[in-house]
């Protein structure tokens, strides 16, 4: 609102509005500080939140600004859903002020599991409530138009207030909220961290415009998204990997080990086999576990997934043989050569 809007930045906001199929749609600056900011923007203190437990951390910091009640539901679990919700309307009702908003995520960024939107809509017809999606994962590589895991789950026109960043399917910076258009006109004129900042770049909205573009002209990458992602996932799983439950692009591989096996071996991965992943360790998950998180793309071929695969069979004989543990580090850089001279630096066991 302070500087930096132009023509393209609005051009921008009608057409996620029509590609998501809704009214309106407001422009962020990143998805993390967006998301704090919607939520600090839409409630005041006799507002209550009903949120998933596995949310995102942009959705918990953006609890932390919130100074009404708010109640946490076991990860997509619906019965306990309903049992927030009722705590939540009984609140409501004895204070005879303000709304319920819920929120949780189209898909979970760690397992890749959806969230279970449709049921959480089908509680619309007998509880008052407003539901906030984060969909970072679904945009783009979920739905018949890849309009997200509301589209995918017939319930996009339910959702109320639908969020995305630009961070995954158009790989840019940025992201939006839409909705109904009183909706977003009051979170535009009295969002926070927008207001009081610059807009998005000019280069970023254009460039933002073509991957849009891209993604409503050329479906056939989001079918080749899905190829991938589908052939990756079954020969992990044909592998003996434990994938998990996912039902999204996003391909979590579970094994066990500590933290600096972990490191080594995402090392190993990147240096000698050429393949990135990122890992997720202790504390974000209990000690001795690690996600192997893998993001395959349309434009990977079929020998990148051969690779992967192969290179995960390999990696994995390593870890379960204890080669990438400290004490063995010397080993690992005689078998691989180069790269793991940094870590001898270290005192063992440190
Ligand atoms: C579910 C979810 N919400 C929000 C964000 C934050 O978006 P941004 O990277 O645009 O700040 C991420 C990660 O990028 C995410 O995975």
Redesign the pocket.
């Given at each position: 609102m302070m500087s930096g809007n132009s023509n393209y930045h609005e051009q921008l906001e009608r057409e996620l509005a029509a590609f998501e199929g809704k009214e309106d749609a407001a422009l962020l600056n990143?998805?993390?500080?967006?998301?704090v900011s919607i939520i600090d923007v839409l409630c005041n203190r006799h507002d209550v939140i009903v949120y998933d437990a596995e949310s995102?951390a942009?959705?918990i910091d953006g609890l932390r600004l919130h100074p009404g009640h708010r109640y946490v539901y076991k990860h997509n679990d619906m019965a306990d859903f309903e049992k927030q919700l009722q705590r939540a309307t009984t609140l409501i009702e004895k204070q005879d002020a303000g709304g319920i908003l819920v929120i949780t995520?189209g898909v979970f960024?760690m397992a890749g599991d959806q969230g279970r939107l449709k049921e959480i809509c089908d509680f619309k017809d007998r509880y008052e409530f407003r539901l906030l999606v984060?969909d970072?994962?679904g945009f783009g590589t979920l739905g018949k138009t890849g309009a997200g895991a509301g589209e995918e789950q017939g319930v996009q026109d339910k959702i109320d207030l639908y969020f995305s960043?630009?961070?995954?399917s158009m790989a840019s910076?940025?992201?939006f909220v839409a909705g109904e258009k009183n909706i977003i006109d009051y979170i535009r004129y009295n969002i926070r961290s927008q207001i009081f900042a610059k807009s998005l770049p000019m280069p970023v909205v254009i460039g933002n415009l073509k991957r849009l573009e891209l993604l409503r002209t050329q479906p056939q990458m989001k079918e080749k998204l899905w190829e991938n992602a589908i052939k990756l996932q079954r020969g992990l799983t044909q592998r003996g990997f434990d994938i998990g439950k996912t039902d999204s692009v996003v391909t979590p591989v579970y094994m066990k080990g500590g933290v600096e096996e972990a490191t080594a071996m995402v090392m190993d991965l990147r240096e000698n086999y050429k393949i990135f992943c990122s890992i997720v360790v202790y504390p974000v998950i209990p000690k001795g576990n690690i996600i192997y998180r893998l993001i395959p793309t349309a434009v990977h071929t079929d020998d990148d997934i051969e690779l992967t695969l192969q290179a995960f069979s390999e990696t994995k004989k390593k870890l379960d043989a204890g080669i990438y543990k400290a004490d063995h580090i010397p080993d690992m850089a005689e078998v691989t050569g180069k790269r793991f001279e940094y870590m001898l630096d270290k005192p063992k066991n440190k």
């Open positions: 990143y998805g993390y500080q967006g998301m995102h942009c959705i995520e960024g984060d970072a994962h960043t630009f961070a995954k910076i940025g992201a």
